[in-house]
């Protein structure tokens, strides 16, 4: 995955969209965070 300058704000987008179902599924909490993880740790956000 190419990660540029969309994803912070997409995923703070996403996350304040979404935030009530992330709260009330602890899977889905966990998915989230992986993702969240493995996008910025790859990518070369300079």
Known sequence: ???DGH???A???FSGL???DLLQ???L???WRLFM???FSSCACY
């Open 18 to 20: 979404q935030g009530h």
């Open 29 to 31: 909490v966990w998915c």
């Open 1 to 3: 995955m190419l990660a």
């Open 11 to 13: 995923c703070e987008a």
């Open 25 to 27: 599924s602890p899977a």
């Open 37 to 39: 993880v493995t996008s």
């Open 7 to 9: 994803i912070p704000w």
